[in-house]
């Protein structure tokens, strides 16, 4: 059996896009998924990463996997229907298919929602025997405990940054209202047995370790285990958290102690009415400077995140965000725009006050508006966030805002000037009609006249 497992990109993050490999780290789903390939199956397996290399048009193989998120859902369709056309079995999973499998089901000859540990050994084993089910649903009993080794010699490692990316948490209970997670997957979080995650981190090479879980704070116990565990393998960590990291110094200081390079927070605003729009409320605005205060002190840099277009956000929002990124020495500010994900309460609740003005889901990768906000317009939305990406992105910007270098270390200025910049420089290189430009995917006769936009009813 050949299984091709592929991730399609959105045109912002695909190889070609605004990335480079200066922000890449190795992906973890499908070395995942090829990991649990079932071995009396005898399968050969490829790997197919948009974000790093083109996916190509004469794929070898029995069965096509594709995971998709809802800003990579119209070309991940636009690829299933042309594998389907020429007569490949086609297997859709991910965020997206989750929250809309009737949509995805019109794509593709299985469908797979929730997580795949369990759903993905069993619809290949289907499909050996002749046997697939249109679709497959994650069992109530799921554990991430006992998953195999990401299959990593399958990825080009000069594509990426590190190819050291761990999962030791998946999940997160917060159900901030811009999360697609909890819509999709549920508020379970779901950890992995330290004694697992530190064997898998300590077979790595190399010092550097990715921990791209969406939230490390999830029970108190279980980080204090994992990372007293983590101390002795002398490894340099980068991982994410929320800003309630600053409420427990005990944890701050174990986190410096096991290795702790960076945390990505999710500050998501400058202005406090804000948070409780999100359902953030762990974050306290007027506990940032402390807080960025506190974790330099430690070692430890910075990557901010902030969403604009929340309901009390006006115009100003944006110069009083860059002057507080300025303020607090934030190491590497990332900018977003507030995105409605389908099937999320503030979808619906947007869709009910006639809100949502965009209905291609390539536009939905967090960079475009496709909602018509509360207190500033559409243009006034997207120019804002374009002039908060070029002003922290100029130089002497960047010079303030890392000074004294003693302070940042080499990695953050490379990744400010040589990563982020240049995202920066792009931001504007990706209007809607090349988000939605899947024209590179030809569409068999039979498949033609198929709509790979959005089906929501």
Known sequence: MKIALLAPAGAMHRYHGSFGIGIHYAPLTLTTLAALVPEELNAEVVIYDETAQAIPLDIDADLIGITAITGTSSRAYAFADYYRGRGCTVVLGGVHPTMLPEEAQAHADAVVTGFAEQTWPQLLRDFAQGQLRPRYAQNADFTIAGRPTPRRELLDKRRYITMNTVEVVRGCSLGCTFCAYPTAFGPAVHRRPVAEAIAEIAALPGRYVVIPDINLLTNRAWVEEFFTALIPLRKKWFGLVTSAIGQDDSIVKLFAKSGCQGLLIGFESVNEESQKFFHKRVNKVGGYPALMHKLHDSGIVVQGCFAFGGDDEDSSVFERTVELVAETKIDLPRYSILTPFPNTAYYHQLQAEDRIIEHDWAMYDVEHVVFTPNKMTVDQLHEGTVWA????????????????????????????????????????????SVMVDNSDIPQPDDVAGRDVTRALA
């Open 389 to 432: 990406w070029d002003q922290t992105y100029q130089l002497p910007t960047i010079a303030k805002r890392l000074a004294p270098f003693t302070r940042a270390p080499l990695a953050s200025l490379v990744t400010n000037l040589f990563g982020y910049r240049g995202y920066a420089q792009k931001f504007t290189e990706f209007p809607r």
